[in-house]
């Protein structure tokens, strides 16, 4: 099974679907991203991108509300902070602090742009 996520036309991913082996293959059986591409405008209409569990394919599984950047061929998350930077690399959202390596928990206060100890469930 492969999944696709559809684009709108600012590349934020409107939905996620799963498309059926057959459907993606070539006659060698291979996997083959603009074949279920095709598949997915046939049945649904739309811009799709080939998406996967394990960040094989465009650093991030795509989630709604996720968006394509093609200059780093990959799916970003909505941004968490105003104050966070995107990683290129890994397409994720870093604080301009690094948090505590110290075990503790922590949550990110944008007022004051730093990591507080938190009692809780760390908020990232």
């Known amino acids: 099974m492969a999944h696709f996520a559809e684009l709108d036309d600012n590349n934020?991913?409107?939905r996620v679907i799963v498309v059926a082996n057959k459907d993606t293959s070539d006659a060698h059986g291979t996997e083959v991203e603009s074949?279920?591409?095709?598949?997915?405008?046939k049945l649904l209409g739309g811009n799709w991108k080939q998406t996967s569990y394990n960040g094989n394919i465009r650093k991030n599984y795509a989630g709604v509300g996720y968006t394509y950047d093609a200059s780093i061929d990959a799916f970003v998350p909505p941004k968490?902070?105003?104050?966070?930077v995107?990683?290129?690399?890994?397409?994720?959202?870093?604080?301009p602090v690094p948090m505590?390596?110290?075990g503790g928990m922590y949550s990110w206060d944008e007022a004051t742009q730093?990591?507080?100890?938190?009692?809780?469930n760390?908020?990232?």
């Open 12 to 14: 934020v991913v409107k």
């Open 122 to 124: 760390p908020t990232v």
């Open 100 to 102: 505590p390596s110290d």
């Open 80 to 84: 968490p902070y105003p104050s966070w």
């Open 35 to 41: 074949i279920g591409v095709a598949f997915c405008q």
């Open 86 to 95: 995107l990683n290129s690399s890994t397409a994720q959202w870093e604080a």
């Open 114 to 120: 730093s990591w507080i100890p938190s009692t809780g």
